[in-house]
């Protein structure tokens, strides 16, 4: 992942830590990580299609609600079977990083629109081991160059009605 990142002139930081399972177990390793944090759900759809939802750690993901806006229905959490074998990685280490291993694109990207607004963003390298920051322009370079063409959604949730806008 780092060669690629090098062969695309991309350039990240990434800081090592302590593994993190949870994003409340992130946060004090995660204070002094300039950018926005993020989290990355991994959803097979009821056709068998991989989803992988890349938000903010903060937004509120209403599953039902999102399915039909990003071309799906019925999502539901992928097995971790799925997750190493489509992305190899492991729970709690599911990262738009993990596409380089998906070569068959068999996943569908769904980036929030407000995140890929923002110029740094912070992911795990492929382990919960380590958070590398990349500038969100450079990640939609890392993506396409894994073959993927992810879809930006609005994932905000529309506070007065519950549903996502």
Known sequence: MFEQFAKLGIEVKTKDHPPIMTVDDGHEHWRDVPGVHCKNLFFKDAKGVYWLVVT???????????????????????????????????????????????????????????????????????????????????LLTFIDACGHIPKTVELRMNVDEGIAS
């Open 56 to 138: 903010p750690i903060d937004r509120e993901i209403d599953v039902k609600g999102i399915a039909p806006r990003m071309g799906s229905k019925r999502l539901s959490f992928a097995r971790t079977e799925r997750l190493r074998e489509v992305l190899g990685v492991e729970p709690g280490s599911v990262t738009p990083f993990a596409l380089i291993n998906d070569g068959e694109q068999r996943t569908n990207v769904i980036l929030d629109k407000w995140m890929m607004a923002q110029d740094l963003l912070n992911f795990h390298p492929l382990e919960n081991t380590a958070t590398t920051s990349i500038s969100s322009k450079d």
